[in-house]
């Protein structure tokens, strides 16, 4: 019974998508500029701007600047612009500096946002993602599923890691992220990432 309990987990699993997959939708991102609230019900805890450059060799520089819980916040993470598998990380926060440089096997934590927006808009696709947390230098195994489009265009997803669930809204047409909101799955604590009314973005240079 055991054996065949191991076997139906394996057949029911969904895939593991891993970097550089033909599934990955990585066209639309190019350069751009964002700037993001954390919001802990009506109180900003955090603000961050997010700069996505293109550059040579078919990469794609994002640099994330703000404070969250009034801690300074830099990171500069290099990515492939399709595929996105991760070269190089380098991460301020609190005063500590780390650099990662990526094997190209995984995920990383900074990409996500840009991950879950190239994923394919389709009922029911769901995969899991190798993610490698900067936050304690480890890998996790996550899951994200598609589940449903609105009328207007509107996808939305379900992202879970061991410590929270993630809710995204996608809009269609653009590939952005129009509704971002997580819970704790400890406390039951809700936060949600909203612009700021300086967004601004560019069109992606041509594939």
């Known amino acids: ?34 700037t993001v609230r954390f919001m802990k019900g009506d109180s900003e805890i955090g603000r961050l701007r997010y700069d996505w450059s293109v550059v040579s060799n078919d990469g794609l520089l994002l640099v994330t600047t703000g404070e969250v819980r009034s801690k300074p916040v830099v990171d500069s993470s290099l990515v492939k612009r399709h595929g996105l598998a991760p070269v190089w ?44 947390s900067e936050g304690d230098d480890s890998l996790e195994m996550d899951t994200v599923r598609i589940v449903s489009r609105d009328p207007t265009g509107r996808w939305t997803l379900r992202f879970a890691d061991p410590a929270i669930v993630a809710t995204y809204e996608i809009d269609e047409r653009t590939r952005r992220i129009v509704r971002h909101e997580h819970v704790s799955r400890k406390t039951g604590t809700l936060l949600r990432f909203l612009d700021s009314l300086d967004t601004s973005t560019s069109s992606a240079p041509p594939g």
């Open 1 to 34: 019974m055991r054996a065949i309990a191991i076997l139906l987990t394996a057949i029911i699993a969904p895939a593991v998508l891993r970097p550089g997959a033909s599934e990955i939708a990585s066209d639309h991102l190019g350069a751009g500029t964002e």
């Open 89 to 132: 990380e380098v991460s301020q926060f609190g005063g500590k500096v780390k650099r990662w440089t990526y094997k190209g096997d995984v995920f990383n934590f900074q990409e996500l946002d840009d991950l879950l927006r190239s994923l394919p808009l389709r009922e029911g696709y769901e995969r899991i993602l190798p993610l490698f």
